[in-house]
């Protein structure tokens, strides 16, 4: 319970240290293995060099194309001018909730979120790589094409009840986001072959590598993982210095609080000998027999037992005493100093 306070402060610090190390890996490792994609041109030989690898499989490359739907593509709820292949309609609640400080804050929830997917290609120059699993994407970069912001009217009952409630409805927030037929794209992943060769297909890497499909080019979307990996660096120098001073002062407190300790049981031991020594030297030696202890016949009787009451021991012998008494072998509960007059 001593250091309750720092164990908590650092064990928060920890976990935030860990999530950004974890960000910071991944940021770093997504460089390296985008750095080291081969940008293959979509064209008659892209086929070829699929398929002269083993498992007609290439395990990270990067392709750029223009996205066409196989079939009819989707069309978007509030504009039918615009056509896409994936569809993210999202319906949120914007509230203002009281915290138990007091507090009013803004807060939102999703209510309902819906994916529409249409399979489609990347095509460019007439050759076409067919896109597996596009919602698996760590990045997918997709068009608002409506954000609609519903304000609430709450009556007066609402605002009384709300007050009470610790609960206020802002309004309803309805996004529309599309991924449109015609965009250029860059896709990152694993390039496969069909069986029979013919058709290609750009899907997540069985590695674990990030799978992408966005706007950007290539060198842009380092340099974005690169900002990414200088922030995540510096929270964790930020956070890991901050671990490494709270832990200091824990230890620093730990070691003050020891040496105080070890310091008082000194203290302690020196005034228990001095103590016994000044009772030694003033014991009268020529004691009669009923007042001396009955285990050394030496000392004079210092210590009484309770509850039985026998003064019986000197001090000396009363330390190696357990829990009977030696005179009528009862129950020892507490060892007292006598006075005997």
């Known amino acids: 319970m001593d250091y309750l306070g720092e164990a908590i402060a650092l064990a928060i610090d920890s976990i935030i240290l860990g999530a950004c190390v974890k960000y910071y890996l991944r940021s770093k490792h997504a460089m390296t293995m985008i750095q080291g994609a081969p940008i293959l041109d ?73 994916h529409n997917v249409m399979p489609f290609v990347i095509e460019s120059k007439g050759y076409q790589v067919e896109i597996v699993d596009p919602l698996a994407a760590d990045v997918l970069d997709m068009d608002v094409i409506s954000d609609i912001f519903h304000p609430t009217v709450p009556s007066v009952m609402d605002h009384i009840w709300g007050f009470f409630a610790g609960l206020r409805q802002r309004g ?84 003050k609080n020891r040496c105080k300790k070890l310091d008082e049981e000194r203290r302690r031991k020196l005034l228990e000998v001095s103590r016994k020594e000044r009772r030694r030297r003033m014991r009268d030696e020529e004691l009669p027999e009923f007042q001396l202890c009955v285990v050394c016949k030496d000392n004079p009787k210092e210590i009484i037992l309770l ?35």
């Not at 499989?57 to 292949?85: M, W």
Request: with cysteine; hydrophobic share 35%; aromatic share 6%.
């Open 42 to 114: 979509l064209d008659k030989n892209l086929s070829e060099i699929v398929n002269t690898h083993p498992d007609k499989r290439l395990s990270y490359v990067s392709l750029r194309g223009t996205i066409k739907p196989i079939g009819n593509p989707i069309i978007s709820n509030n504009n039918p001018k615009v056509e896409g292949v994936i569809q993210l309609l999202s319906i949120k609640e914007h509230i203002v909730q009281r915290s138990t400080a007091g507090f009013w804050s803004d807060h939102e929830r999703t209510i309902q979120e819906v």
């Open 172 to 255: 309803i927030q309805t996004t529309e986001r599309m991924l449109r037929k015609g965009t250029r794209i860059t896709g990152i992943g694993e390039l496969v072959a069909s069986e029979d060769g013919k058709t290609l297909k750009l899907q997540p890497p069985q590695n674990g590598a990030p799978f992408y499909l966005t706007t950007m080019q290539v060198p842009s979307l380092v340099k974005k993982l690169e900002d990414s990996k200088r922030s995540y660096r510096l929270l964790c120098i930020i956070f890991g210095t901050i671990g490494v001073v709270i832990g200091g002062l824990m230890v620093r407190r730990y070691w």
């Open 307 to 341: 509850p039985c009451g026998h003064v019986a021991l000197c001090e000396d012998c009363a330390e190696g005493i357990g829990d009977l008494c030696p005179v009528c072998r009862s129950h020892i509960e507490k060892k007292s100093a006598a006075y005997l007059a």
